[in-house]
């Protein structure tokens, strides 16, 4: 079956535009993830939704960022007044809940941020 | 905040040898250990998932070990192939925690 899909895969933006990203999930799965990885750095977590539960936004480095998944499924990324450090890929990932937590990644989008 | 590390950072290596890596988590509250192979613009695929400590886990030429009292885990690939050139990262999960915690990954590049 189809994967997670992600779009746009490459956004070039100025710096103090909103950008938003996009997280499309394997059909069924529960969870969603948003990950970034600056570069040199680890992949990093951003927000986590399951379900109907409350999404776990601990990760969400300023409250420039916001992330909502409509429906149980799409997710949508929201980076307002873009800063240069925002420059990253950003990664989603899904899972069934099932057994161990296996997350099935999208391809990412590449941000920059001029 | 846990703190994953893999080393090293990334390993430059001959068609044909084989080489390992390493990645090192805290092991208290330890639940599972996560192995993805990132290929450039590719999306991270699952290698393996290894949960009991002296686990060791296959998939052709790669294989992994797994050390939970210690806290680290092994990652072998045998007779490198230039497909096997991406960067390879683990990630922890903690027990009751659904986040998986990354390292920071190793990339390899197999020279032809």
Same mark, same amino acid.
């Given at each position: ?114 | ?10 390993? =430059?290596?001959?068609? @044909? ?16 250990? =996560? ?9 991270? &695929? ?32 045998? @007779? ?12 922890? &999960?903690?027990? @009751?925690? &659904?986040?998986?915690?990354? @390292? ?9």
């Amino acid at each position: 079956g189809a994967g997670v899909s992600q779009s746009p895969s490459n956004k070039v933006t100025e710096k103090g535009k909103d950008v938003e990203l996009r997280c499309d999930p394997i059909s069924g799965h529960t969870a969603l993830y948003w990950y970034r990885q600056s570069l040199g750095q680890g992949l990093e977590f951003l927000i986590y939704f399951q379900g109907n539960s409350a999404p776990d936004k601990s990760g969400l480095p300023s409250d420039r960022f916001s992330a909502e998944r409509t429906g149980g499924s799409v997710s949508t990324l929201t980076i307002q007044r873009t800063q240069q450090e925002d420059s990253a890929v950003y990664l989603c990932a899904s899972g069934d809940g099932s057994s161990y937590n296996e997350q099935f990644f999208g391809p990412g989008t590449r941000l920059t941020v001029l | 905040i846990l703190n994953v590390e893999q080393s090293p950072q990334s390993l =430059h290596v001959q068609e @044909g040898d084989s080489t390992n890596f390493t990645c090192s988590f805290p092991s208290s509250n330890f639940y599972a250990l =996560h192995w993805y192979r990132w290929e450039t613009a590719k999306s991270p &695929e699952a290698l393996f998932v290894m949960t009991l400590n002296g686990d060791e886990k296959k998939k052709g030429r790669i294989s992994a070990t797994l050390n939970t009292k210690e806290g680290y885990s092994y990652l072998y690939i045998k @007779g490198s192939q230039p497909e096997d050139s991406a960067t390879y990262l683990c990630a922890l &999960e903690d027990f @009751g925690n &659904e986040k998986l915690t990354f @390292g920071t990954g190793t990339r390899l590049t197999i020279i032809p």
